[in-house]
């Protein structure tokens, strides 16, 4: 089994389509009338499919991906599932507003998210706001086709391969240990004795 197979079955395949699973069906309960749920987990959904987008475009690219890589992978692996991230320019758009706007104000640029099981369509419009809206029910569903047509790829091809072990590698190495130790130093933070606490 290789690398790229231990991470997708772990990061995407379970813990991804896990959690998202979980933030859709508390959805539906919650337009069925259950009031348990105070929200209905529109933006953590959201928010979560782009983490992921980020965190492969990352290993597509062998590097941390920057805005325009992201908008590259999106429309390679997306384009084919919806008309509307074909493009590339509509690609960086599109991340721009929602990811963007998500991330940094909590809220898409001047856009909406909304749960629609009953419709095939990324992008909702608001007919009294006219706003735009992303639909996370299919923006999950096409997600999920783009990151195993990605992950066929690296079965097939050795370079995408290589670029995957790269920033996987540096993660690790690099990511990882410094931020580790950053926060070690910050807080003179002990491994050891808070294991034994």
């Given at each position: 089994?290789?690398?790229?197979?231990?991470?997708?079955?772990?990061?995407?395949?379970?813990?991804?389509?896990?959690?998202?699973?979980?933030?859709?069906?508390?959805?539906?309960?919650?337009?069925?009338?259950?009031?348990?749920?105070?929200?209905?987990?529109?933006?953590?959904?959201?928010?979560?499919?782009?983490?992921?987008?980020?965190?492969?475009?990352?290993?597509?690219?062998?590097?941390?991906?920057?805005?325009?890589?992201?908008?590259?992978?999106?429309?390679?692996y997306f384009?084919?599932?919806?008309?509307?991230?074909?493009?590339?320019?509509?690609?960086?758009?599109?991340?721009?507003?929602?990811?963007?706007?998500?991330?940094?104000?909590?809220?898409?640029?001047?856009?909406?998210?909304?749960?629609?099981?009953?419709?095939?369509?990324?992008?909702?419009?608001?007919?009294?706001?006219?706003?735009?809206?992303?639909?996370?029910?299919?923006?999950?569903?096409?997600?999920v086709k783009?990151?195993?047509?990605?992950?066929?790829?690296?079965?097939?091809?050795?370079?995408?391969?290589?670029?995957?072990k790269r920033?996987?590698?540096?993660?690790?190495?690099?990511?990882?240990?410094?931020?580790?130790?950053?926060?070690?130093?910050?807080?003179?933070?002990?491994?050891?004795?808070?294991?034994?606490?």
């Amino acid at each position: 089994m290789s690398l790229h197979d231990d991470v997708f079955r772990q990061q995407v395949w379970a813990f991804f389509c896990d959690d998202l699973e979980s933030c859709l069906f508390v959805s539906k309960l919650k337009q069925c009338g259950i009031k348990e749920f105070k929200g209905g987990l529109n933006f953590t959904a959201a928010l979560t499919i782009f983490s992921v987008i980020d965190f492969l475009a990352g290993f597509w690219m062998g590097k941390k991906a920057e805005q325009s890589e992201i908008a590259k992978f999106i429309c390679k692996y997306f384009g084919k599932y919806s008309l509307a991230l074909s493009d590339e320019k509509l690609c960086k758009q599109f991340y721009n507003v929602f990811r963007n706007g998500l991330s940094h104000q909590w809220s898409p640029k001047l856009s909406g998210v909304a749960m629609d099981f009953t419709v095939e369509h990324l992008i909702l419009e608001d007919k009294s706001t006219k706003l735009l809206h992303l639909n996370v029910p299919f923006f999950y569903k096409i997600s999920v086709k783009a990151f195993r047509d990605y992950e066929k790829d690296l079965d097939s091809d050795p370079t995408l391969a290589e670029k995957f072990k790269r920033r996987y590698d540096n993660l690790i190495e690099n990511d990882g240990m410094q931020s580790l130790e950053y926060f070690k130093s910050l807080y003179n933070f002990d491994v050891e004795k808070s294991k034994k606490q």
